[in-house]
């Protein structure tokens, strides 16, 4: 169902068997540190809750679909670093290391609300995705945390995004998509609806699905105390990232000395190894100070 809609990259893994065994085998088992609930868990709790409250003018029992979106192409073979979609961070919670291609959602048709998550876990060292796939394979994009460490630390029942086959006909007339998420992906859900419901039907889904834009657009604009308490954290950390300048412009001899300074003091811990174009993963699970926020 998803779509990157990328050129076929020109990296070529070798071809030879005896390279393959090499690369699948004598591998440690990488450590594991238990998960733990998230400190926001409450808050995204409360605003999904406020979310299934809020869909007034949407169909019955309605199906949300939140797709955390693909990948941004920067050139041939090198993506824009990963930000999933606001509204998808805003209802789990996950922010900068989200897995791509992760899905949420929300099915309101039965008594108590089924929110899942779909995301992708990590590729065995027995697979050719492991050393192979430039665009996910965590040889070259960093480990993927454990499904079972994502339900954990979010509080969301989280499936393989292998089970996600995408909205059968039945569920379609009552499915709803965040509509700019995943735009190529987008179209083909557009085109799904025409064929199997008809034009009027779809047309009334498009509706559907900006309504659904809207409310989540206003649900974000009153922020909750966890929100507001990352904002001020992160304008204490501006306020002295600027001090910091200043007192260090006497020292500096060029512009990225201070912007060694600014990031040191802006992203604490590990900032000072992120660049504008970097595509260093981060560890799993780690999120930059107010990912959460909508």
Sequence with gaps: MASTGKKPSRQRAPESKAFAESMRSNWADPARTPAAPATWVGHTKNRRMQLVASLEGLPDNALLIIPAGAPKQRSNDTDY?????????????????????????????????????????????DT??????????????????????????????TRS?????????????????????????????????????????ADDLREADQLLGQI??????????????????????????FNDIIDSLPRAVDNPGVSGWWRGRSRPGHASKVTMWDTEPLPPLVHTRASCIG
Excluded at 129 to 154: K, V
Excluded at 171 to 194: C, G, H, S, W
């Design 216 to 241: 989540v657009s206003e649900l974000r604009f009153v922020k909750d105390d966890y929100e507001i308490a990352e904002l001020s954290a992160a304008i204490d950390a501006t306020h002295r990232g």
């Design 81 to 125: 670093p990963y930000r999933a979609h606001t509204a998808f961070t805003y209802f789990t919670g996950w922010g900068s290391q989200t897995t791509p291609g992760s899905i949420l959602t929300i099915d309101t048709s039965r008594d108590v609300v089924r929110t899942t998550l779909y995301a992708r876990g990590p590729a065995g060292r």
């Design 128 to 157: 050719d995705e492991f050393y192979a796939n430039a665009e996910r394979g965590e040889f070259w994009t960093g480990p993927r945390p454990h499904l079972d460490d994502i339900e954990a630390t979010l509080g969301i029942t």
């Design 161 to 201: 995004l292998d089970e996600w086959s995408g909205v059968d006909a039945d569920d379609l007339p009552r499915a709803v998509f965040i509509d700019d998420a995943d735009p190529l992906n987008y179209l083909e859900i557009t085109q799904y609806r025409v064929d199997t419901l008809g034009q009027q039907r």
